[in-house]
């Protein structure tokens, strides 16, 4: 199972970045995905999630309103389109794959990972 992060870099503040995870050796359609952070010396923490069919997404509350996770099925590709960055986004984030299909933010529960990408705010 891979899942291959893209998208980060360094945008000013209020501008907004688009990420994407590629799936590839994954009953994609049948699990749930989610998005975390880490931000240099913090653990890393919840972002957003969204369910196997799509029709469910939960969020942090410091993304909610922000940002926003979709998925394309036919892609195997999740996204999290991110607006009105602030500094307190800076930070690596990963994409990771939950072994069901449900909304969890429970990091324990995603059991594959992506190999991150990097997001810097400056200001």
């Known amino acids: 199972v891979q899942l291959q992060a893209s998208g980060g870099g360094l945008v000013q503040v209020g501008g907004s970045l688009r990420l994407s995870c590629a799936v590839s050796?994954?009953?994609?359609?049948?699990?749930?995905f989610g998005w975390f952070r880490q931000a240099p010396g913090k653990e890393r923490e919840f972002v957003a999630c969204?369910?196997?069919?799509?029709?469910?997404?939960y969020y942090s509350d410091s993304v909610q309103g922000r940002f926003t996770i979709s998925r394309d099925n036919a892609k195997n590709t999740v996204y999290l389109q991110m607006s009105n960055l602030q500094p307190d986004d800076t930070a690596v984030y990963y994409c990771?794959?939950?072994?069901?299909?449900?909304?969890?933010?429970?990091?324990?529960?995603?059991?594959?990972w992506g190999q991150g990408t990097e997001v810097t705010v400056s200001s």
């Open positions: 050796g994954h009953t994609f359609s049948g699990s749930a």
């Open positions: 990771a794959a939950a072994m069901a299909p449900g909304l969890t933010r429970r990091l324990e529960l995603y059991h594959y």
């Open positions: 969204i369910s196997a069919s799509g029709s469910g997404t």
